[in-house]
């Protein structure tokens, strides 16, 4: 796997990213946790799990569940 410098600091991640904005919602924490060990796997270090794309508006129920899975 490519990695990349993060800014100016010495931490290294994977050039490919893991999106995980709808874990809780459209996937299940099993699910979530099946993606992360493929993605651990496949030497991915970075995951987004910013909830902030127009696919799935910003939920109050929402919040906070893609962390609770990490």
């Known amino acids: 796997m490519k990695m990349n410098k993060l800014g100016s600091s ?3 991640v994977s050039h490919f990213c893991l999106g ?3 874990w809780g919602t459209q ?3 099993e699910e979530g946790h099946a993606q992360i060990d493929r993605a651990l ?3 991915i270090n970075f995951i987004d799990t910013a909830e902030m794309y ?3 508006p910003i939920s ?7 962390e ?3």
């Open 60 to 66: 109050a129920e929402t919040i906070g569940r893609t």
């Open 10 to 12: 010495d931490i290294e």
């Open 20 to 22: 995980s904005m709808t």
């Open 68 to 70: 609770e899975i990490i």
């Open 41 to 43: 796997d496949a030497g």
């Open 54 to 56: 127009p696919v799935n």
């Open 27 to 29: 996937n299940t924490a």
